[in-house]
């Protein structure tokens, strides 16, 4: 969840450009393709086949654990739960998740727990409970207490993902559209490079990150809440997780809310494509909105359209100056700004400044959209939440491809999201994991009862007709519209508010497909 979007969650998007790869765990050694990797870490994991069979190795095997709660603040209180890391290992090592309640403000009107989550993958979802004044209806601050979790390998969670401090040279020094084979090699090694940092710094927890564990978690800390049955409110790829626990876990299902749901059993390639035309779609809307108002500071006398493509052009040949002792302005970066801005269009009129400021030589203002999506701090340091964001995705997906393989997609790419997806090299970003040993399950959400789905028109992150993917992917899904350019649509307007106080409250879902 982008915490700067209000309650608008995040995906993050992989480009060309932000190709990086994690791989192994603390004895996996990062290898070239051409070899065989050597995974003894998880050389007493069940087969696959039983993983996407059951959907789960059973939680029941371990004792219930506890979380002792100390006061954080006024209606607050926080603790640490103890999980297994690896759940196929009944005597594995544990990692201790960080968990926040924002206790019912009405206890004669508590009804339970309400478990979280913004999204990602790869946010802390701690803020979710510490900020849950600002983001939830008072009949649902009533109703529940409402328990905030840091993922494991996220946030205050210990051990937290760590690959590197050097984001700038990661993520910004790359050419989107490399012109030698020099170029297109330094692309692979920047790759692999930070898939070692990765597993040197972290690799005990990563091959262990995936979404079922995560799904796994939650009932742990369901149990330790007392709950036989609990309800759940995921953004984003939050869907996506609130999706896979209902799967595993139905019969604890009391209610779920999941808002700003993406496609959960597209593959790998067309999960891509869906996000960027979405992507692709709202910067086609800004520009043509841009055109229409004489107003907007990116205006170029009715054709920004033109003027940006224009600027990308030139910025792919001459990056332009930015902050002191910061990388130049790249195509690449300024995708990435364009990208952020794209998750509501309260952004739109900082990006068209920041793109007219580009088109007179300073990249400032991209550069600070950029630093936004990344969640760069005014003191230079970043969160995890892209490294745990990148090695997530791997831990989830049964695909690996070689180099050759995923620049073959490119023409793909190209073809499907021209403005955003200019570049000439694949996504590399699992290139050097080995297998999965635990892939995200197939979604039904059998046996859950009625589960709410929320999708909003403009959706650039999770498009609309993903969300309706989501719908019908599970047994009992009931959908939401709202009418609006941003990414997810609780607290947009009272239809929708009410809806959802109405499903968690009192479990009345809609009948139908409801227009908000």
């Not at 984003?236 to 896979?244: F, I, M, Q, V």
């Not at 205006?299 to 030139?314: H, K, S, T, V």
């Not at 990148?390 to 021209?418: F, G, H, M, W």
């Amino acid at each position: 969840m982008k915490r700067s979007l209000s309650p608008a969650a995040a995906i993050f998007l992989t480009f060309g450009f932000a190709a990086t790869a994690c791989s192994g765990g603390s004895n996996i050694e990062v290898v070239s393709q051409d070899t065989a990797v050597s995974n003894t870490a998880t050389s007493d994991a069940p087969d696959n086949s039983v993983v996407q069979s059951n959907g789960m190795y059973s939680t029941a095997d371990f004792a219930t654990p506890t979380i002792s709660w100390d006061s954080c603040g006024d209606g607050l209180e926080c603790g640490y739960i103890d999980v297994p890391i690896n759940y196929s290992d009944v005597k594995s090592k544990t990692t201790s998740l960080y968990v926040v309640k924002h206790a019912a403000t009405d206890a004669t009107a508590r009804i339970g727990s309400l478990l979280v989550n913004p999204g990602g993958p790869g946010f802390g979802g701690s803020f979710l409970a510490e900020s849950a004044d600002n983001i939830y209806s008072q009949a649902i601050l009533s109703s529940f207490d409402i328990i905030g979790w840091d993922p494991r390998g996220t946030g205050q969670s210990i051990p937290a993902i760590d690959c590197t401090d050097d984001y700038d040279h990661f993520f910004a020094s790359g050419d989107i559209t490399p012109d030698t084979p020099q170029e297109r090699a330094d692309s692979v090694a920047s790759s692999e490079e930070f898939t070692k940092d990765c597993f040197d710094k972290s690799g005990d927890i990563l091959p262990y990150a995936g979404t079922n564990n995560v799904a796994r978690d939650m009932d742990m800390i369901r149990r330790a809440l007392g709950e036989d049955k609990i309800s759940y409110f995921g953004f984003s790829y939050g869907s996506e997780l609130g999706a896979t626990w209902t799967t595993m876990f139905p019969d604890t299902v009391r209610a779920a809310v999941l808002d700003g749901a993406s496609d959960p059993n597209a593959d790998e390639l067309l999960s891509v494509l869906q996000q960027n035309k979405g992507f692709e779609d709202s910067i086609a809307t800004f520009l043509a909105k841009c055109s229409d108002d004489s107003t907007c500071a990116f205006y170029n006398g009715g054709n920004a359209e033109g003027a940006f493509d224009d600027l990308m052009a030139q910025l792919d040949e001459n990056p332009i100056a930015t902050s002191s002792g910061r990388p130049d302005l790249t195509r690449g970066m300024a995708l990435t700004a364009v990208s952020e801005a794209m998750y509501s269009d309260s952004y739109w009129s900082t990006l068209e400044s920041a793109l007219a400021s580009a088109q007179d030589g300073d990249g400032t203002g991209l550069l600070a959209l950029y630093d936004e999506y990344f969640q760069r701090q005014p003191d230079g340091t970043y969160g995890n939440e892209l490294e745990a964001f990148l090695n997530i995705l791997c831990a989830d997906s049964p695909e690996r491809k070689t180099i050759e393989e995923a620049d073959a997609l490119v023409p793909q790419y190209q073809a499907n999201a021209p403005r955003l997806s200019p570049g000439t090299t694949g996504d590399y970003t699992c290139v050097f994991w080995p297998k999965a040993i635990d892939p995200r399950i197939k979604i039904t959400g059998a046996g859950a009862g009625p589960i709410v789905v929320i999708g909003t028109t403009g959706d650039p992150a999770t498009p609309l007709d993903s969300t309706r993917n989501m719908v019908k992917a599970l047994e009992e899904g009931r959908l939401i519209v709202v009418t609006a350019d941003q990414h997810t649509g609780y607290g947009l307007n009272s239809c929708v508010n009410d809806a959802v106080d109405s499903y968690l409250i009192d479990l009345q879902a809609p009948d139908g497909e409801l227009d908000c």
